[in-house]
């Protein structure tokens, strides 16, 4: 019971301990608006960049993904191949063990393709049969890097007339979404650097103004962390203040850019669903709170020995 | 309850602030500290709370040495002693009650049994009518009746008390010092440094004089003479240089006189001159 009760007391100590901190914090913010501005905006600044990043390369991420899981190769046949010599070809693909999805098809399906395509041009419709499409094998692979073995042994068989796939875009787009990733990183590090200095700046200033402050709290037999915690949740406000607002900026271009973006891509990039971008939001969240305790407790270093 | 043994303070430019004490002050006892500006009497407060190390001896104060007290500790050391600092050190922005408050904020304590301590002391000192004022709003008395509120709400075992008349009339240096008394009364250990003879002649308690960061006397009852306080070396100083003063001004005022002939000559034979032009012109 004793044991319980002292619990419960230093509980509610503690609980005390971080209102008052909490308390002292909020006072620094309140009576120095402008400095609390500058380094929140700094802060928006980052954090609306990270999230940008964000939405590219997941959104680059989704192009190349959806282009990975569209078929990729097309083999289209001689015009006196059969089904059954189609098939030949397609188990020996098949048998590789590479192929994700394959899928035959026959001059008719073609012509529907082509007609659902179309169907809104009547006069490319009228002159078209089924006789002048040729059947296709259309083949797609789990990984993008075995297509190249694949299109090989398609292109070496007899019964194959010619072949396509969009190698070229992927590579291409992997080649934008790599630079774009480092470009990227190289922008929210220097960004972020920025951040961290500001901070410092803007909580050392508050501690030197405070100086005389901290001076008698000390003598007064307040402890190190009594005057080091108010500074230390200064920044971790202001980096939660600055993820928040850098977030809702950028969630709001996102969502005012969605129906150019969409027309733009014409593949189903957007909408991005709302548990990523909260996800996002927790994320950015957690690495304010760990920028703001890193600058203050820099600034504190340096500015509180 | 407070040792000093064989303690010596130098600072980093070589001035010797305290050479060599020994002394005891017992529970309960009453101390003068006296002596001219910078004979040590600050930098003895200071050793007790920690606020600085000496260069050599130790400081025993109870049962700690806290020359070795770990840095975590001295909060504790600070909650035992009550200051009353010479620049009183309230802070401006905040209310009386709010500076009172203060040290019992750092301690964690419930705010409604804080709030309860905090109208005790002020009820005890006689300022409650201004706790809720800030410090430009009282006066001197009123100030220094703060600052001591403030070093008591802990109720420590030891009040230092840097020159809490210095700067007030003598009707309120009477009343500080009778609650000073009051505070000693209650068992509390008083040890407050002063420039004022009167005080201490009559209250007859035991007063350490310090010259130059040595104990010049340590007297058991006080009784002060004027030669041997620093205001009455001081104000034998300010008259010395007062006189000194005066008389080059007299010497000042005897040269004067040649010079004043001087430039009165040279007025006239200028005036002569130009009587003689205008004559030769007509």
Redesign the interface.
């Known amino acids: 019971m004793l044991a319980k009760s002292r619990k419960k007391n230093q509980k509610r100590k503690k609980k005390r301990n971080n209102m008052v901190i909490f308390n002292t914090a909020w006072k620094h913010v309140r009576r120095s608006p402008y400095q609390a501005l500058a380094a929140i905006f700094i802060l928006i600044q980052t954090f609306f960049v990270i999230s940008l990043f964000t939405f590219v390369i997941f959104g680059s991420a989704r192009v190349i993904s959806y282009f990975e899981s569209q078929p990729r190769v097309s083999a289209f046949f001689k015009e006196e191949i059969t089904r059954e010599d189609a098939l030949v070809l397609e188990e020996e693909v098949n048998a590789t063990g590479k192929i994700a999805e394959s899928k035959y098809v026959s001059k008719e399906e073609a012509l529907q393709i082509y007609q659902n395509i179309f169907k809104d041009d009547p006069l490319l419709l009228e002159f078209v049969t089924s006789d002048i499409l040729p059947a296709s094998l259309e083949v797609s692979t789990y990984e993008i890097e075995d297509l190249a073995s694949i299109s090989e042994i398609l292109r070496k068989s007899p019964f194959v007339q010619e072949i396509t796939y969009p190698q070229d875009i992927v590579s291409s787009l992997t080649k934008w979404t790599s630079a774009i990733r480092k470009v990227g990183a190289v922008l929210i590090g220097v960004l972020a650097l920025d951040s961290v200095f500001i901070m410092v700046i803007i909580i050392g200033i508050k501690i030197s103004q405070k100086r005389e402050e901290i001076e008698i709290m000390k003598l007064l037999s307040a402890t190190n962390w009594y005057i080091r915690w108010p500074f230390m949740y200064e920044g971790i406000f202001y980096g939660i203040t600055g993820a928040f607002f850098g977030w809702v900026f950028a969630t709001g271009v996102l969502l005012y850019a969605t129906p150019f973006l969409k027309s733009f891509f014409g593949i189903p990039v957007i909408p991005i669903s709302p548990l990523f971008l909260f996800g996002l939001l927790g994320a950015e969240v957690l690495v304010a709170i760990i920028l703001g305790v890193f600058s203050s407790f820099l600034a504190v270093l340096r500015y509180l020995k | 309850m407070i040792r000093f043994e064989n303690v010596t303070k130098k600072y980093g430019t070589g001035a010797v602030a305290l050479s060599d004490i020994t002394l005891t002050i017992d529970k309960g006892e009453f101390v003068f500290l006296v002596g001219s500006s910078g004979a040590g009497k600050t930098t003895f407060l200071r050793l007790l709370?920690r606020?600085m190390l000496p260069t050599d001896g130790a400081i025993v104060i109870g049962d700690w040495d806290i020359t070795k007290l770990p840095?975590?500790k001295?909060?504790?050391l600070?909650?035992k002693i009550g200051?009353v600092?010479q620049d009183l050190?309230l802070?401006t922005d905040r209310t009386i009650a709010e500076n009172i408050m203060?040290?019992l904020?750092?301690?964690?304590m419930?705010?409604n049994t804080a709030k309860q301590r905090v109208s005790e002391i002020l009820t005890q000192v006689g300022i409650i009518e201004h706790a809720l004022k800030f410090p430009v709003q009282l006066s001197g008395g009123e100030l220094q009746r703060a600052a001591i509120a403030?070093a008591l709400v802990?109720g420590p075992e030891i009040l230092l008390a840097d020159e809490p008349t210095g700067n007030l009339d003598i009707t309120t240096s009477w009343e500080i010092l009778k609650l000073l008394q009051e505070i000693n009364k209650t068992g509390t250990t008083v040890v407050m440094a002063t420039h004022n003879n009167e005080i201490i002649n009559s209250l007859l308690k035991r007063t350490i004089t310090l010259d130059k960061g040595k104990v010049m006397k340590d007297d058991k009852k006080g009784n002060e003479s004027k030669a041997d306080t620093g205001e009455e070396k001081s104000k034998e100083k300010k008259e010395k240089a007062a006189s000194d003063a005066q008389s080059e001004v007299s010497d000042d005022s005897v040269s004067e006189s040649p010079a004043k002939e001087e430039t009165s000559e040279v007025v006239s034979k200028k005036q002569e001159e130009e009587s003689e032009k205008k004559e030769e012109k007509k």
Not at chain 2, 105 to 108: A, G, L, Q
């Open positions: 709370i606020d840095n975590n001295i909060p504790q600070r909650r200051v600092f050190k802070l203060l040290p904020e750092m301690s964690n419930d705010k403030r802990f």
